[in-house]
T-cell receptor
């Protein structure tokens, strides 16, 4: 089955540590996205990539970093510079970067110990 | 600056009746609108979309209406079913900014038997 896999589903981090969230897709989509969801809020765009080896900052990129070395993979690193990292993180992909419906993974919930 | 707003955090409807979810936007550069449905601890799934050059799009029980002069769109679900109970997000794409979407805060729909 084609889809987007995010792992792990739950992640705990100690303050001051970096942590990397995994996102893999086998849909052969060119574009991939990372969003953050906080309670009572919509999804806010962190980073997106329209093609391999290229990515752009979204609305809340501070304290995060990404890489896009392979078409299938778009890992997100939450760095210690992110002051409020506790949230639900969602990865998505789409065929191109022209607003086609995005397909989402099931998310990773990150909590700070 | 919330460019896409869903002013009703929750909505309760009786099974078989119509559900109407509303969304307002402020940016005239939005050219494509989408609705997503989300269950707890899962990623959003695409439901229906509409281009800014249209005023209505229908898919089975789901119809999206767009009123450009009022900068307002709505999602109608008829008849509503208990399985429709979820959080619904509207999202908008900015013309010429690739696949970047702006999401509203979401409306939690509860359909009671």
């Amino acid at each position: 089955d084609g889809g987007i896999t995010q792992s792990p589903k739950y992640l705990f981090r100690k303050e001051g540590q970096n942590v990397t969230l995994s996102c893999e897709q086998n849909l052969n989509h060119d574009a991939m996205y990372w969003y953050r969801q906080d309670p009572g809020q919509g999804l806010r765009l962190i980073y997106y990539s329209q093609i391999v080896n290229d990515f752009q900052k979204g609305d809340i990129a501070e304290g995060y970093s990404v890489s896009r070395e392979k078409k299938e993979s778009f890992p997100l690193t939450v760095t210690s510079a992110q002051k409020n990292p506790t949230a639900f993180y969602l990865c998505a992909s789409s065929i191109g970067g022209r607003g086609e419906p995005q397909h989402f993974g099931d998310g990773t919930r990150l909590s700070i110990l | 600056d919330q460019q896409v707003k869903q002013n009703s955090p929750s909505l309760s409807v009786q099974e078989g009746r119509i559900s109407i979810l509303n969304c307002d936007y402020t940016n005239s550069m939005f050219d494509y609108f989408l609705w997503y449905k989300k269950y707890p601890a899962e990623g959003p799934t695409f439901l229906i979309s509409i281009s800014s050059i249209k005023d209505k799009n229908e898919d089975g029980r789901f119809t999206v209406f767009l009123n450009k002069s009022a900068k307002h769109l709505s999602l109608h679900i008829v008849p509503s079913q208990p399985g429709d109970s979820a959080v619904y997000f509207c999202a908008a794409r900015i013309y010429n900014q690739g696949g970047k979407l702006i999401f509203g805060q979401g409306t939690e729909l509860s359909v009671k038997p």
